[in-house]
């Protein structure tokens, strides 16, 4: 409550870009992790890494585990402003075209 309170409605998004104007076509909506409450599956993968201090040799290290399936966000019945269903809208769309572009890319290699 205390982050919707400050920075409004779906601030999960709004803290992963505070700089940018979700309301711009610039807007990183594709590249946004979803809220962790969402997330039903994650990918773990091992990274090769210099970072050993005796010597050149690599070692491999745990990567911070990533979203790799989640569910949707619940439409709510009404939206408490214009504001908010216009963000709701801009973030379905966005998911929408990239949706599209990988259909396509797949079509294209067939």
Aim: glycine share 6%.
């Amino acid at each position: 409550m205390l982050f919707a309170n400050r920075l409004g409605h779906f601030w999960v998004f709004r803290i992963q870009a505070p700089e940018a104007d979700w309301q711009s076509p610039r807007f990183p909506f594709g590249v946004m992790e979803p809220p962790r409450w969402t997330v039903t599956g994650w990918e773990h993968r091992k990274e090769i890494s210099r970072a050993n201090q005796v010597g050149d040799e690599e070692e491999e290290e745990m990567a911070p585990p990533k979203p790799a399936e989640w569910n949707s966000l619940d439409i709510p019945p009404v939206f408490p402003g214009r504001e908010e269903a216009k963000f709701f809208d801009c973030l379905g769309l966005s998911q929408v075209c990239e949706k599209s572009a990988e259909t396509a890319s797949g079509i294209e290699r067939e």
